[in-house]
Every structure is written in C-alpha cells, then in structure tokens.
C-alpha cells in the first residue's frame, strides 16, 4: 500500500469516529511509565518555581529590598550654612558663600573626547596629566576639584561629559581679608575651623549638617526623592568683641612701625578697661586667609597670643605696686641709686643714666633698674610671685582662645636676690603681649582685675581685687609722669588727652645668652587717664638700626592708635595739650 493511501485511511478512520492513536503509523509504543516521569519532571519544576516565588516575595522580601536601594538608592547629605561671624557693630568678618565640588565617576570617562578632557582641566586650572592621573583611578567616585564658583561649575556642565557630577558645598570667605585674620581665622576644604575663633567656636559654628534619600540612574542622576531624613540646621551667627574702625587702625599702625624701623615683626592689642573686650588685635607679618596658597609658619603666628617674651622694664610698675600696697614705701620715698650700677652676688645691674638720689615716682618715670631691683629686695620674694601670679602670669589663660600661652615664672622658693632683682625689672620672666595688657587692667580700673573676652559683653564682669584704689590712683600718677617731658616715653603723649604707660626694652635670648644686638620694644598704656577707657600694648620685634628701645619704637605707635582710638569712640578729650612734646635729645633720658 502507497503512504498516500495510509493516510486517506486515517483520515477516514478519523472521519467515522475512529480515535487517532488507532492508526497504525501513529501508535504509541513507548513504556507508560516514561510519560509518568516526564509528568513528574514538569510538576516538581512547577514545584520549585512556586518555591522560589514564595522565597523571593515572601521570606526574603527586606533583604532583596536592602540590595536593591544599594544599587539605586542614595543618601545625598544637605550642608548646613556656616554661621557668621562679624563684628561687635555687625559688620561681617566672614560669611559663607555657595560654590560646587565637582566629582566623577572615571568609568563612564574613559572614551570621552580629549578636547571636552582639556578643556575640563582648564576649566579646573590642573594640567592634563593631573586631569588624567584623577581618572585613571579604580574608585567609583573622585573629586576632581573642591569649591569651584557656580560660574565654572555652569561652564563644566555645558560640555556635556557623562559621569562629572557637581555636588553643593560651601566656601568661606573673609571681607577684611588680612586685617582680621589672627582674630577670625579660616576654615579647611571641609568646612572646619582651622585657627582662632573659627577654631575655638566650631561647634556653634558648624551647624547640623541634613540629609535626604533619592533614586539615581546608571549616570548618578536624581530620578526620583524618596524622603526627608534629616532637615539641616544652619549653624550659630558670631559676635566678637573686635571694633572693626580700631582693628584697621591697630593693624596699619603696626604694619607701618614694621616697615620704618625694619623689624622682624610687631603685635599691638587693645583693651575695653570697662568690660575686658578685645577691641583689637593686630600682627605684622600676616597673611590673607582668602588665598593660602603661598601661607608660611611666620604668617601665621599670632604673635600677641603665642608668642613669649621677657617684657622688661614694663613690669617695674607691678613691683612698685606691691610695695606701694604692703606700705613699705610711698611715691615720695627716696632711694639712692648711685653714679648707674649696682652690684648684686658678682652680677652688675645697670641704668641707662646715673640718677644717685630720686624717689619713687622718679624711679618709674626714668626707668631705674638698681632703684626698682632695691625696691623689690627690700620685699619676700613670696609676696612678688603672688602678685605675678594674680595678674595673671605664668597662668594658662581661659579666655577661649586657642593657642594662647602661659608664659613663664620660676617658683619664688628657687629664686635668688640677683634673680629676685632681674624679675622686678622685667627679666628672667616670659609673659604674652595680651597678658602684659591684662595684667595691667589693675592701674587702669580700682585695683582689680576682670576676664577677657574675644566675644560682645552685654553685662559687665565681676573683678577680682589684687590692689587698693588708692595704689592704684598713685601708679596711675606714675604711669602719667613716663609720657611728660622727663618720662621714657614723651613720644607716646596723645594731644587733647592725658595718657600713661610704661616703656619696655628687653635683650633677647639667643643660644642661651643675651643678645647685644636683637632687642622686643614693648609700650603697654592707658587713655585717658581722667577715667581710662582703653588699655593699648604694643610690641616691636628686632628693630633693625640705632634705634630699638621701646619708647621710641613702640611709643608712636601707641599715641596714633590711642588719638585714633579716642575719636572714634567719641571720648571726650580731657588735655590742654594741642602737640607732642619731645625734649631736647641731650636732655631726653631714655630707658
């Protein structure tokens, strides 16, 4: 039979109700059993999938959810602004202003084109190979470039590159620029305090940074917020205690003394008398914080905080004190100080000038070491280290502000005469520029002594009292006869104001021996002395030339910040005198 005919047949079989699997040619004639296996197979692979369904969608639903946000979910951190910090009449010292960090993820920037690549580090201001040596990182995630202005970031964005991302941050910035600087200070790439009061009140500063959580695609770009996590907190606005008018003057005064008589550096810093605020605080070198790029260690030093020196004779008034108030002598009292030396254990002191018989008040106006080391000798050396002690020296201060030293002074048990006598006028001890004008807070107010403070004070402090008001009006007698016509420091006289003050002049130590050569000129004074408002120390480092002792380098420095000092708070002038009165120079003794 022809295979045509076999199927007409099954056709016509099928046609007259005959089942198919009849037919001869399509018979079944494997084992029953293999059917069964084959059935089996499918039901367990149905099994397994409704399984694995169950343990994907029900059991392990939080893990799977976990693994997923890894992949396309993002907390993206919300900065917090900076608070400001500005000055006590509010004009602003610094502030934060918004710029952009760009970042890229290498991977997709491997077969960008090389001009967008060059053009992207000009944009950066790096070279190409620095450009390149960033991308050919194995990380995900580099920052190319940190604080970039929102006008460049714009620029970046136009060139259109996959994979350069821009991320919100802020930079600060400082509008008095280096005027300023050693009392505001600056902040590092992230945002923390790095010096001075940026650094001392970082916490209040900062803020609390925020956050919030996002879906990103595949090129990192925002598809969709998920929520709010955390809001952000802008951090706390500064009020310092600087008067922005006086601190120019500070600074160009000083800046002005450097450069006239060649000196290595110089520091000046004034003192509300009233409530301890620092109206100003200068140093010369500085730097400005706005562009550290070239900042060097001589810069940066707050020489009025940090820096130690040996004050000389700016300390003979705090030995006088205490004899003036332990009532051992009076400013008439006379003491013999010779043809100008002195001998104590085989060491000489010495005056500048032989001045035999004078008194007490003579002894500060000319500046006599061997009159003020008798003064001191005729005392326990107990009672002069407590008086140090009580103004301050030799104390860590606590005036929240990093850096600040402590000076040093010797315990008075180890002290001998010769050394006793050095300490009276000045050496042998090591104070701070800004201790020196707080110890001497005693003379300008009733005797006591008040904190210091770096931040506005709405309510005047408490003091502590270390002397009488009356030794404290008799050494503000004194300290007024040093700028008169006899004084060391006629130069620091203010026409329409009675002003006072000490003069110091000290060797400095090099190699463990004097120097006979480099000397710190220092002049520590009060205006005006009807009711004194200000107290103003000032320090001149290595004045270079003939010219180096303190009243003659650091004294019309503190006569034109004084005068200007004065005027700008509106004090009101309590002086006939209309010019500075310099003497005859044979005539003039200087300390």
């Known amino acids: 039979m022809s295979r045509g005919s076999n199927l007409n047949s099954s056709r016509v079989a099928a046609a007259k109700g005959v089942p198919f699997s ?17 059935l089996f197979v499918l039901f367990a692979a149905f099994a397994a999938l409704a399984g694995r369904a169950l343990w994907l969608q029900g059991l392990s639903t939080q893990f799977l959810q976990k ?31 918004p710029v952009k960090a760009i970042w890229a993820i290498p991977d997709d920037l491997q077969n960008a084109p090389k001009a967008k690549l060059k053009e992207l580090a000009r944009l950066l201001e790096i070279s190409d190979a620095e450009l390149q040596k960033k991308l050919d990182s194995d990380r995900s995630f580099v920052y190319l470039k940190r604080q970039v202005e929102p006008e460049v970031a714009e620029q970046i964005a136009k060139l259109g590159l996959e994979g350069i991302q821009t991320r919100k941050e802020y930079k600060r910035y400082y ?3 280096e005027v300023t600087t ?15 009061m940026e650094l001392a009140q970082q916490k209040n500063l900062v803020g609390q940074p925020g956050s919030r959580r996002v879906i990103k695609d595949r090129l990192g770009r ?21 008067d922005s008018k006086i601190q120019y003057i500070a600074f160009t005064q000083v800046k002005d003394a450097v450069e006239k008589f060649h000196a290595k550096a110089g520091a000046a810093v004034v003192l509300d008398v009233h409530t301890g605020e620092v109206l100003a605080l200068a140093n010369w070198p500085t730097y400005n914080p706005n562009d550290r790029s070239k900042l060097t260690g001589e810069q940066l030093r707050n020489r009025v905080m940090t820096d130690t020196f040996e004050p000389g004779s700016s300390l003979k008034p705090f030995t006088v004190g205490l004899a003036l108030e332990e009532k051992r002598i009076t400013p008439h009292t006379m003491f ?31 500046s006599s070491n061997i009159g003020t080391s008798k003064i001191a000798l005729g005392m326990p050396s107990q009672d002069m280290w407590e008086m140090f002690t009580k103004v301050g020296f030799g104390q860590q201060p606590k005036w929240g502000f990093p850096g600040a030293v402590a000076g040093r002074v010797r315990p008075y048990k180890s002290w001998r005469p ?141 006569s034109e910040l004084a005068a200007n000092a004065l005027r700008a708070k509106n004090i009101t002038p309590d002086s006939t005198l209309t010019h500075i009165i310099i003497p005859d120079k044979a005539a003039q003794e200087k300390m």
């Open 22 to 38: 009849k037919s001869p040619v399509l018979a079944v004639r494997l084992p029953v059993w293999r059917s069964r296996v084959v």
């Open 67 to 97: 693994q997923g946000e890894i992949r396309y979910a993002r907390t993206i951190d919300l900065p917090a602004t900076r608070g400001k910090i500005t000055d006590r009449d509010g004009q602003v010292l610094a502030s934060s202003l």
């Open 175 to 177: 509008p008095q620029g």
């Open 182 to 196: 050693h009392v505001v200070g600056f902040t590092n790439v992230e945002d923390v305090g790095q010096e001075s």
């Open 222 to 242: 925002i598809v969709e917020d998920i929520q709010s996590v955390r809001e952000p907190h802008d951090g706390k606005d500064l009020t310092l205690s600087i």
């Open 336 to 366: 013999d100080t010779g043809n100008g030396s002195m001998v104590i254990a085989d060491h000489v002191i010495h005056d500048t000038h032989p001045h035999f018989v004078i008194d007490v008040q003579t002894i500060i106006q000319k």
């Open 418 to 558: 010769v050394e006793q006598a050095n300490m009276s006028f000045g050496q042998g001890i090591s104070v701070s520029l800004i201790q020196l004008a707080r110890a001497y807070m005693i003379f300008a107010r009733d005797g006591d002594i008040i904190p210091l403070s770096f931040q506005k004070v709405h309510e005047a402090p408490h003091g502590t009292q270390v002397i009488s008001p009356k030794t404290a009006a008799q050494m503000r007698e004194m300290l007024e006869m040093v700028t008169q016509p006899g004084g060391s420091a006629v130069k620091a006289q203010v026409p329409g104001y009675r002003v006072g003050g000490k003069t110091g002049t000290a060797q400095k130590v090099v190699n463990g021996r004097y120097s006979q050569s480099k000397y710190i000129g220092n002049f520590v004074g009060m205006a005006p002395m009807t009711n004194p408002r200000f107290i103003i120390a000032v320090m001149i480092d290595e004045p270079g030339g003939p010219v180096h002792v303190g009243g003659d380098v650091a004294g019309p420095v503190f």
